[in-house]
C-alpha cells in the first residue's frame, strides 16, 4: 500500500515515513503544496496525509483542487486544532482531522481504517459469529440474540466496520459519540466494558481486544 | 471661564491659538458672520422701506403744492398762480424762505423769476434734487402752461437724519454681535477644549501605562458624560481583558513549570539511576504521560479563549438541549456507575435554545465530569433540565460535599482548584471552559449549595436571539 505525505516538517516526515515503512507501507514525501497535488494526481495511493500549513499551496486548496479528479481518502495533520478548523478541512473534502502532536499509533490507525473503507453501506454486518442486522437494530452471537443499548449498539457497530483493525479512544469519542475534546473520565473504557460483558456472557472468547494505552480492536471469533 | 496656565502638561494647557484654531471657536465664528449677513440685509430692507416711505410723503406734500397752484393758474391765469406762490411762501417782501425747508419758484418763458425762494432753477421737468446753499432739496418741476415753469420742493435734511439714525443703530449692533460671537466662540472653545482635554489626558496617562485613570464626569448627564461614560466603561473592559491575560500568563508561566520540572526531575532520576530496558521504557511512558498532561492543558487555554473571542457564534442553531443532556446521561451512566454514584436524569422533553452543541455537549460533560469526580462514593448526581416557557435552566445536582460558598466565584477562574482537589488529576480549566460557553450562550451560570453538595444552574433564554 503506497501513501504519500505532503509535509514541511523534514524531521517528523522521515519519522512518519520510517514508521510507515516499518507497517509495510511505502510513503513517497513531498514538502510542498504544488508538488503534492501534482503527485496526488500523478500517482496511485491508498492515502494522502497532508498538512495543513505547507509552503506553497496549502492543504485545503489542494485536497480541494484534488476532490475535483479524484476519491482518494485523505487526512489533514494540523497544529489549526481550532474549533471551527476541523470543520473547514472536512468542508474541503478531507476525510479524517488530526491535530498535532499525535501519536503515531493514532496516525496509524486512522489510516488503516480510512484505506479499508467500505463505500457501500450495508444492512448487515458481520464479524465472525457476530452478526448485526443495522436496520432491524438486532445483534446475534452464535445465533443467539445479545441486547444492547444504543450507544452500545452503535460502539459495536463502529467495532465491526473495522474488525480486526485498532480503533482508538479518540476515533470511538469522534465516531460514536461524536466527540471532540478529551474527557477527564473513562467513558470509552466505561462503555467498552459493558459492552464487551454483554457480547461476552456465556462465551468463552472475547471478541474485544485491549490495545494498551492505544485503544480497542474486535476479533472475528468463530 | 479663567485660562489655564500652561505649565502642567500640554494638554492642561490653554492658548488662544488652539482656542482659534478650536473646531466650536470656528463654528461659532462662521455663526457670528451668518448672523451679521441676516443683520445686514434686515437692516437694509427696515433702511430702504422707511427712506420710501419718506419720500413719498415729501413727494406727496409737493405735488399737493404744485396742485394749488395749477388751480390758480386754471382760476385766474398766471398772476392768480404767482400770487399763489407767494402766498404759500409767506411775505413775498422777505428775501430769505419763511420756511427753511419748503422751496417753491416760477419763472415765464424768458426764464424771469415771478416768485420764488429758489435763486437758480434747472427748469427741469419731474423729480429730480438740487442743492440749495447746506440743503439737499427733492422736489419736481412742472410747465403751468407752456413756458411757464413751476418748481416746488422740500429740504431732505430729515431723511438724511433717520438714515444715519438706522446707520448707528446697525453700528452697534453689529458691534455688539462680534462682541458675543468672540467671548462666546471663547466661552464655548474653552469649555470644548477642557472636556476634550480631559479625554486627551487620560489617553496620555493610559498610554503611559496608568491603567486605573479614568475620564472625571461632570454629572450633568449632558452628551460629554455619556462619551466619558461609554470610554470608562470600555476602558473598563480592556482593563479586565489585560488583567485576566497578565492573570493567564502568570498562571501559565506558573502551572507550566511544576510539570515541566517533575518531568525534568524523573528523566533526570532515569538516566542516573536506570540500568534496564524496562526501567527506561517506564521513565519514558511516565514522561509521555507528562507531556500529554501539558498539552491538554494548552488545548484548554486555546479552547477557551477561542470560546471567549466568540468565534463561534456564526456557527449557533437550534440546538435540542433535551437531546444534548439525555446524551450526556447516557455517555455517563456506566462512568458514574464505575465510580460507583448513581446518575439520574430529569429532563423535560422538546427543550431547544439557540447555540452550539458542541460546545453545550463539552460544558455540560465537563459539569457532569466534575461532579463525578471530585466526590466521594455513592453520591447522587442529577441532570435536570426544565422551561417556564422564557427561561430554560439545566443543573446539574450532586450531594456530595460541596465546596465552601466563599469558593462559587473562584472555581470559574482558570486554574483556580479548591483545596480538597488540588491532589486530583486535572489542569482546572474546566469550569474556566463551563464559564467561557455560558457567557457565549448569554447563559448565567450560578454555583450554590444543595445541602448537602454543589448545584451549578445554567439559565439560559429560550428566546435569545431568535
Known amino acids: ?222 | 471661564m479663567p485660562f489655564k496656565p500652561c505649565a502642567v502638561s500640554d494638554t492642561d494647557c490653554l492658548r488662544p491659538t488652539r482656542i482659534l484654531k478650536s473646531d466650536v471657536f470656528r463654528f461659532a465664528a462662521l455663526f457670528a458672520f451668518l448672523f451679521l449677513a441676516f443683520t445686514g440685509i434686515l437692516l437694509g430692507t427696515v433702511l430702504w422701506i422707511v427712506q420710501e416711505t419718506q419720500r413719498a410723503a415729501l413727494m406727496s406734500a409737493n405735488d399737493a403744492d404744485i396742485a394749488t397752484v395749477a388751480n390758480g393758474f386754471l382760476d385766474e391765469g398766471i398772476p392768480e398762480a404767482v400770487e399763489v406762490v407767494k402766498q404759500r411762501l409767506g411775505s413775498p417782501a422777505l428775501s430769505r424762505p419763511l420756511r427753511p425747508d419748503f422751496y417753491m419758484a416760477i419763472e415765464n418763458e424768458q426764464g424771469q423769476q415771478l416768485a420764488g425762494n429758489l435763486p437758480q432753477l434747472p427748469r427741469t421737468i419731474g423729480i429730480f434734487t438740487t442743492r440749495f446753499g447746506q440743503s439737499v432739496i427733492l422736489g419736481r418741476g412742472v410747465e403751468v402752461t407752456k413756458g411757464v415753469y413751476l418748481f416746488v420742493g422740500r429740504d431732505t435734511a430729515q431723511l438724511t437724519a433717520t438714515r444715519a439714525r438706522i446707520l448707528r443703530a446697525f453700528f452697534w449692533v453689529v458691534l455688539g454681535a462680534i462682541v458675543i460671537a468672540v467671548v462666546g466662540g471663547l466661552f464655548l472653545g474653552v469649555r470644548f477644549m477642557r472636556r476634550i482635554d480631559a479625554i486627551a489626558a487620560t489617553c496620555k496617562g493610559i498610554i503611559a501605562g496608568r491603567w486605573d485613570e479614568r475620564i472625571p464626569l461632570l454629572g450633568r448627564e449632558d452628551e460629554w458624560d455619556r462619551l466619558a461614560g461609554a470610554i470608562n466603561e470600555m476602558l473598563n473592559r480592556i482593563s479586565a481583558l489585560l488583567e485576566n491575560l497578565r492573570q493567564v500568563s502568570s498562571d501559565v508561566a506558573h502551572d507550566l513549570r511544576t510539570p515541566l520540572t517533575r518531568m525534568r526531575n524523573r528523566l533526570e532520576e532515569a538516566r542516573a539511576k536506570s540500568t534496564s530496558i524496562s526501567e527506561y521504557s517506564a521513565a519514558v511512558d511516565t514522561a509521555i504521560d507528562d507531556t500529554d498532561q501539558l498539552l491538554a492543558m494548552f488545548s484548554a487555554l486555546l479552547r477557551i479563549s477561542q470560546v471567549e473571542a466568540g468565534a463561534r457564534l456564526s456557527s449557533f442553531s437550534l440546538v435540542s438541549l433535551t437531546d444534548v443532556l439525555e446524551n450526556i446521561y447516557q455517555m455517563y451512566q456506566p462512568v458514574a456507575e464505575d465510580y460507583q454514584h448513581s446518575l439520574i436524569s430529569n429532563c423535560q422533553k422538546d427543550i431547544s435554545i439557540r447555540g452550539d452543541a458542541e460546545l453545550l455537549t463539552q460544558m455540560f460533560s465537563n459539569l457532569v465530569e466534575n461532579a463525578i469526580r471530585h466526590t466521594p462514593e455513592h453520591t447522587r448526581i442529577q441532570i435536570v433540565l426544565k422551561s417556564d416557557g422564557k427561561l430554560v435552566t439545566a443543573s446539574i445536582i450532586d450531594d456530595g460535599p460541596g465546596i465552601g460558598s466563599s469558593e462559587h466565584e473562584k472555581v470559574l477562574r482558570r486554574f483556580y482548584r479548591v483545596s480538597s482537589s488540588r491532589s486530583a488529576a486535572g489542569h482546572g480549566l474546566g469550569l474556566a471552559l463551563v464559564a467561557a460557553i455560558a457567557q457565549l450562550h448569554h447563559a448565567k451560570l450560578t454555583l450554590s449549595n444543595a445541602n448537602p453538595g454543589l448545584r451549578v444552574d445554567t439559565t439560559l433564554r429560550s428566546d435569545w436571539q431568535r
Do not use: C
Open chain 1, 1 to 222: 500500500m503506497k501513501l504519500l505525505l505532503i509535509e514541511d516538517d523534514t524531521e517528523l516526515a522521515k519519522s512518519l515515513v520510517e514508521r510507515f515503512h516499518e507497517q509495510d507501507y511505502v510513503t513517497e514525501h513531498v514538502s510542498n503544496g504544488d508538488d503534492g497535488l501534482a503527485e496526488a494526481l500523478r500517482g496511485d495511493f491508498g492515502a494522502i496525509i497532508v498538512d495543513r500549513m505547507v509552503p506553497g499551496m496549502d492543504g485545503l486548496a489542494l485536497v480541494k483542487a484534488l476532490r475535483r479528479e479524484k476519491s482518494t481518502p485523505v487526512i489533514f495533520l494540523t497544529t489549526m486544532g481550532g474549533i471551527d478548523d476541523r470543520v473547514q478541512g472536512l468542508e474541503a473534502g478531507g476525510d479524517d482531522y488530526l491535530v498535532k502532536p499525535f501519536a503515531f499509533a493514532e496516525l496509524l490507525a486512522r489510516v488503516r481504517v480510512m484505506t479499508r473503507r467500505i463505500a457501500h453501506s450495508p444492512s448487515k454486518l458481520s464479524a465472525g459469529s457476530i452478526e448485526m442486522d443495522l436496520v432491524q437494530r438486532t445483534v446475534m452471537r452464535e445465533g443467539r440474540s445479545i441486547s444492547l443499548l444504543p450507544q452500545e449498539f452503535r460502539l459495536l457497530e463502529y467495532m465491526m466496520r473495522n474488525v480486526n483493525r485498532v480503533v482508538t479512544r479518540k476515533m470511538l469519542l469522534e465516531n460514536v459519540w461524536d466527540i471532540h475534546f478529551d474527557p477527564h473520565t473513562s467513558v470509552v473504557e466505561s462503555h467498552v466494558s459493558r459492552l464487551r460483558g454483554r457480547l461476552n456472557s456465556g462465551f468463552g472468547i472475547d471478541a474485544i481486544q485491549t490495545v494498551r494505552s492505544i485503544g480497542y480492536r474486535l476479533l472475528a471469533p468463530n
